[in-house]
């Protein structure tokens, strides 16, 4: 087995669907957490000058969803075919037209920017992507994205939704979600697969 290492910030938001991979897997890696204070003398040591960072027996890989799915192929987390590797893909991209603009308005300094990031967020963002999941969910009868098993999609929605928790007020989430149970129940679902739920036990506190 490579040693894998993977170079976040003490959040979850772009590696959570990553620790989720090796949690389910099982796989042994480091989750090296990185302050913000301590972020510029690692910054240029970064691929793209970001996170995350994924080491593998000493290769950087950058970006989050390269990384999540380059993951999930190999702990057999990437969907059981190609078309089902496809769909997951789907799904994430799906995923991150709904957690960037959370994170832009989450960010955002200037107040007015901010309330209008949110406004579109819950007008048009949400009611774009989120139908198109509760239909999938409601249509696949494992409860999963994507075919019978768990994949990285799920643990990207999963993410989503706890990032959610962390940027939205509870109203709010409860209006972007109330319309989509399928959504909410998968959730539960992924949340209470038994290796899932050891880690989000075991796993450092962060508001999102
Ligand atoms: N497209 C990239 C975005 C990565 C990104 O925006 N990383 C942020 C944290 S979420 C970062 O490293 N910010 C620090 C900086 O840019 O100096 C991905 O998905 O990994």
Known sequence: ?????????????????????????????????????????H??????????????????????????????????LGGKDKWEAAEADQYTGAVEDLL????????ESDEKRKAEGLKKFKEENA???LPDLE????????????????TYADLCLLTLLEVMDGMLSKEDVSAVLSSYPNVQKHRQKIESLPKIAEWIKARPATDY
């Open 135 to 150: 239909t999938a969910l409601g249509k696949n009868s494992s409860g999963f994205l994507v075919g019978s098993g768990l």
């Open 100 to 107: 960037g603009p959370v994170i832009r308005f989450y960010f």
């Open 43 to 76: 910054k240029q040591k970064m691929p793209f000058r970001q996170m995350p960072v994924l080491e593998v027996d000493g290769k950087q890989l950058s970006q989050s969803y390269a990384i999540v799915r380059y993951l999930a192929n190999e702990f057999g």
């Open 1 to 41: 087995m490579p040693s894998y290492k993977l170079y976040y910030f003490p959040i979850k938001v772009r590696a959570e669907p990553a620790r989720f991979v090796f949690a389910a897997a099982g796989v042994k890696y480091e989750d090296i957490r990185i302050s913000f204070d301590d972020w510029p003398s």
């Open 127 to 129: 009611p774009a992507i």
